[in-house]
Nanobody, 124 residues
Framework: QLQLVESGGGLVQPGGSLRLSCAASGSNLDSYAVGWFRQAPGKEREGVSCISSSGGATDYVGSVKGRFTISRDSAKNTVYLQMNSLKPEDTAVYYC?????????????????WGQGTQVTVSS
């Protein structure tokens, strides 16, 4: 059974950077597409970025394009989300999820395995 654990969240000032990690156990993460999602208080969970199993395809929600980068490290069985130029509106709990198929748009229904989330707070 694939298990996912997020880490790397925290408090950062506007304009700062964080790198989130999604570490997998129980299965080879290379077999899965992986997505990063976030949920702010009172809002729906939204797809932020996703990457295909090969790493050859990625997608981003418009609000993070040019600021966030998703990548994967097969040797570490881990997917990363590098977040630069952070804004207060990026504040949310960030979740990683894994699914069998990559689809542009990073829709929640495509992902069956979910981590517990890590809090990201952007504030001065």
């Amino acid at each position: 059974q694939l298990q996912l654990v997020e880490s790397g969240g925290g408090l950062v000032q506007p304009g700062g950077s964080l790198r989130l990690s999604c570490a997998a156990s129980g299965s080879n993460l290379d077999s899965y597409a992986v997505g990063w999602f976030r949920q702010a208080p009172g809002k729906e969970r939204e797809g932020v970025s996703c990457i295909s199993s090969s790493g050859g395809a990625t997608d981003y929600v418009g609000s993070v394009k040019g600021r966030f980068t998703i990548s994967r490290d097969s040797a570490k069985n881990t997917v990363y989300l590098q977040m630069n130029s952070l804004k207060p509106e990026d504040t949310a709990v960030y979740y990683c999820a894994a699914g069998l198929f990559f689809r542009p748009g990073c829709y929640r229904y495509a992902y069956a395995y979910w981590g517990q989330g890590t809090q990201v707070t952007v504030s001065s």
